[in-house]
């Protein structure tokens, strides 16, 4: 499985953003799908993650109430609603296929990775 994130780019602080990711063929089993980011000199941080059927999702304490998760019922693709960004948001952005239909919070638990997509916030 292939996963294309695309949607990155530079924008002001207090813009928006909204990243896709999507699959090249469905997987065998019904996954969840999140997003990560890893800034320069930073470790890979879990942003956001949904289930398989779209109707949960978890999200990092801090993208709370400023980004939305979406999917589609039965699709392998994923959205990523990015409002009011601060610079702090700047990093590239991973999309990834996890193991289970419920999402979670440990990378560990994400089999497929996408090549990422860089998002850049101007102060």
């Known amino acids: 499985v292939q996963l294309q994130a695309s949607g990155g780019g530079l924008v002001q602080t207090g813009g928006s953003l909204r990243l896709s990711c999507a699959a090249s063929?469905?997987?065998?089993?019904?996954?969840?799908m999140g997003w990560f980011r890893q800034a320069p000199g930073k470790e890979r941080e879990f942003v956001a993650a949904v289930s398989w059927s779209g109707s949960g999702a978890i999200y990092a304490d801090s993208v709370k109430g400023r980004f939305t998760i979406s999917k589609e019922y039965g699709k392998s693709a994923v959205y990523l609603q990015m409002s009011s960004l601060k610079p702090e948001d700047t990093a590239v952005y991973y999309c990834a296929v996890g193991r289970r239909a419920v999402p979670s919070f440990d990378p560990s638990e994400y089999n497929y990775w996408g090549q990422g997509t860089q998002v850049t916030v101007s102060s």
């Open positions: 063929r469905r997987t065998s089993s019904n996954n969840a």
